[in-house]
T-cell receptor, first 113, second 111 residues
Framework: GAGVSQSPRYKVAKRGQDVALRCDPI?????LFWYQQALGQGPEFLTY????????KSGLPSDRFFAERPEGSVSTLKIQRTQQEDSAVYLC???????????FGPGTRLTVT | GQQLNQSPQSMFIQEGEDVSMNCTSS?????WLWYKQDPGEGPVLLIA?????ELTSNGRLTAQFGITRKDSFLNISASIPSDVGIYFC???????????FGKGTRLHILP
């Protein structure tokens, strides 16, 4: 079956621009996670949804970061007024409810110039 | 910041050799996960461990959940070229259920 998909795969933004990153989870997966992965580092948790409810957003680095999952399926991570330090790979993962076996998408590489 | 110490940071081995890497933490974890990430791709789940002392295999890979619940190791036997990549451990932290990733072990296979 289809895995987690993310789009775009690559995004170049000028500092100050807004960006929107999309995640399509595996069908039937209730839980959805966003991670930020800096170069040479492991993924770092940003936020977590169960269906449409955002249950944990403690990892979002600033109020410029916003995530939504309005219908409990596709999710969008939005970054407003991008800064150079936002340059990273943004990974989306999904899992069955109460399962910690997360399945990752290929990521979106964001470069802010 | 991250709380998992993963070692070694990188390894250079000959094809056919066995590989061992580990992950330690100052916190107790309820679940240990091992992932492999290839360049330009997301991490792929290799093994999940749920009980202290649990030893689980997946082909040539074997992982164990440490008895103290603060460590885990991953072994790869008879390495082959496609084993090249970055291996991440991840643990589900007991106090808040959050999954924390290590910084990865980069595996290189010498020709």
């Amino acid at each position: 079956g289809a895995g987690v998909s993310q789009s775009p795969r690559y995004k170049v933004a000028k500092r100050g621009q807004d960006v929107a990153l999309r995640c399509d989870p595996i069908s039937g997966h209730v839980s959805l996670f966003w991670y930020q992965q800096a170069l040479g580092q492991g993924p770092e948790f940003l936020t977590y949804f169960q269906n449409e409810a955002q249950l944990d957003k403690s990892g979002l680095p600033s109020d410029r970061f916003f995530a939504e999952r309005p219908e409990g399926s596709v999710s969008t991570l939005k970054i407003q007024r991008t800064q150079q330090e936002d340059s990273a790979v943004y990974l989306c993962a999904s899992s069955l409810v109460k399962s910690y076996e997360q399945y990752f998408g290929p990521g979106t590489r964001l470069t802010v110039t | 910041g991250q709380q998992l110490n993963q070692s070694p940071q990188s390894m250079f081995i000959q094809e056919g050799e066995d590989v061992s890497m580990n992950c330690t933490s100052s916190s107790i974890f309820n679940t240990w996960l091992w992932y492999k990430q290839d360049p330009g791709e997301g991490p792929v789940l290799l093994i999940a461990l749920y009980k202290a002392g649990e030893l689980t295999s997946n082909g040539r890979l074997t992982a164990q959940f440490g008895i103290t619940r603060k460590d885990s190791f991953l072994n790869i036997s008879a390495s082959i070229p496609s084993d090249v990549g970055i291996y991440f451990c991840a643990g589900r932290r007991n106090r808040d259920d959050k999954i924390i990733f290590g910084k990865g072990t980069r595996l290189h296979i010498l020709p």
